[in-house]
């Protein structure tokens, strides 16, 4: 299968698109931002990720990558787009899915292959395929409980598991897991990931690939939720949780991981809620996690605001304060799901300081801070009255560079 469509072209789609053609398919990819489609076309990206852009640049030159408003028919279709939440009770949204299967579905023929990659709760491929059976017709598609039987378009479930800031390396390095709705299906997308994969493509099916992908995030989430609530014990019995860890993982069975301002980014901060809205009753560690993780930027802003009243108790009337990180994890540009942002944002609210932002991976503030001031980490601890680290950027692992202010740090024992 040469002719690959993929829809979306933001994190996960854009590095999978250009993968393919790097390897020697002919790529379309298909995304709603013209801005984005714009800038691919001229051999650029629109995202931070280190190495990508030679190989987009390569891939346009060639005229193996093309990006566009519309899809055209292709061998097989990759579908990476966003699946957020519909309200603030964590609903899932398949809308973006279902605007893919509307623009698909005139353009399958029999013997296509379709690739969900979105993260999704379990189910979703199911549902793709009858949005898509509803608009075709006169073409069969598979199902789940008939692993064997033959249809005229085969579909599978494949998520991605890679690293920002490593996605180049780890889109073809790690193992894959492809989740077919068929047999046949399990092996025709094998084959499409064969082209640039090395490492190993895991058979099963596309229940058990959706439910993989989540389970992989929530167990990541109850880690880090484990590290968060220590550090908060910590700071209540005044103990340098740093410390505490450390001298914990000298045990050879005990390996904690490291607290920080909450968790953030489009999977651990979202995947888990997909298994808790479909099992409320039965998803109870899950959920505790996430209720930790997302409770921490709270507890974030009380220390901040600790800080505050400190300062103006020795005749500072308005302190300045600047948070150093906003991306949801080190040495990115993604904002998404980020506590960061949200610590930001609600300082913002409070206006019971000057809030500085410190973010050296972005140009410009995203519209929810607006109203804040982005700064260099010079002229950050140049004003500072206090600083708080809220993400371990390589900028910041140098403590000489953050001056005499005071260093609210929530992320290291720096």
Known sequence: MKNICVFGLGYIGLPTAAMFAHHGANVVGVDVNQHAVDTINQGKIHIVEPGLEAIVKQAVDNGRLKASLTPVHSDAYLIAVPTPFKGDDHTPDLSYIHAVSKALAPLLEKGDLVILESTSP????????????????????????????????????CPERVLPGKVVEELISNDRIIGGMTKESTKKAQEVYRIFVEGQLLATNSRTAEMAKLTENASRDVSIAFANELSIISDKLDINVWELIELANHHPRVNILQPGAGVGGHCIAVDPWFIVNQNPNEAKIIRA??????????????????????????????????????????????????????????????DNANILLVEPNINQLPEKLAAGNLVSLEEGVKQADVLVVLVAHDEFADKSLLGNARILNVVSNI
Do not use: C
């Open 289 to 350: 996690a996430r209720e930790i993780n997302d409770s921490k930027p709270d507890w974030v802003i009380g220390k901040i605001n600790a800080e505050i009243d400190k300062l103006k108790a020795q005749g500072i009337e308005k302190p300045t304060v600047a948070l150093l990180g906003l991306a949801f994890k080190p040495n990115i540009d993604d904002l998404r799901e980020s506590p960061a942002v949200n610590i930001a944002q609600k300082m913002l609210e409070a």
């Open 122 to 157: 379990v189910g979703a491929t199911e549902q793709m395929v009858e949005w898509l059976a509803e608009a075709r017709p006169d073409l069969t598609f598979p199902k789940y409980h008939e692993p064997d039987n033959e249809a005229d378009i085969f579909v599978a479930y």
